[in-house]
């Protein structure tokens, strides 16, 4: 059964050109296949014929584009559905399009909504799409010794594992964030690295690591 939850509606609206290029008939022979990369047609034009040409404005093509990449990445489904295609187009507009002033639209079922092409960013995508981390974080607190901050950053900078550092005030001087990719890593890997490798800075004095149990995060991942 399917995770609506994880289901995501993207609006588009096309625009029809009339053709004046011949067109073949459909027969009821090959009625049932398409070339592959075909889109389906669905709705009233399966039944009125070919009398003219939907196409999408590149602007809405590249959001389509980019919302099926960072759905598939972050294992959710979209379902595109160009409005000037399909019937009763009042009732949708009703239901889901209520103000909608510019297209695309994409509608999470969550409530949250992206409306236009500007919107269509990996930031902003990510954001209605939060993905469980396949990688293992963890959050380090550093006191380290006065001294050359900038030899201490430089180190730290160097430990792939290391991914942000956070100067701070108060008890703690840094919070690093570490991150272990696939296959999974337990706690005691973790540990392990912190204990050897950032306590072997001379300047580290203290560490105190968190290791979620269970991380989602709505940055892009790749």
Do not use: N
């Not at 067109?23 to 009233?44: L, Y």
């Not at 959001?63 to 187009?89: F, H, P, S």
């Not at 293992?136 to 900038?150: I, M």
């Not at 550092?165 to 108060?170: E, M």
């Amino acid at each position: 059964m399917a995770d609506d939850s994880r289901e995501l509606t993207l609006y588009v609206q096309s625009k029809r050109a009339i053709s004046t290029f011949y067109r073949t008939p459909i027969s009821t022979e090959t009625a049932g296949t398409s070339p592959p990369g075909a889109a389906s047609v669905t709705g009233e034009d399966a039944t009125r014929g070919e009398e003219g040409v939907h196409f999408l404005s590149d602007d809405q093509a590249r959001c389509v584009a980019l919302t099926e990449e960072v759905a598939t990445r972050r294992g959710y489904q979209v379902k595109v559905v160009d409005i000037e295609k399909v019937g009763r187009v009042e009732r949708l507009i009703a239901e889901h399009l209520r103000g909608v002033q510019k297209f695309p639209v994409l509608i999470s079922p969550r409530g949250g909504r992206l409306e236009g092409v500007d919107e269509f960013t990996d930031e902003r995508l990510s954001e209605m799409m939060p993905s469980e981390l396949k990688s293992v974080r963890a959050f380090t607190y550093l006191k380290v010794r006065g001294g050359d901050l900038d030899r201490i950053r430089h180190l730290l900078e160097t430990l792939g594992e290391v991914k942000e550092l956070h100067f701070l005030t108060g008890d703690w001087d840094i919070l690093v964030v570490l991150d272990f990719p696939p296959p999974a890593t337990s706690k005691r890997r973790v540990l392990d690295f912190v204990t050897e490798r950032i306590r072997g800075i001379p300047e580290v004095l203290d560490t105190s690591t968190v290791v979620p149990e269970f991380s989602v995060t709505k940055f892009p991942v790749t």
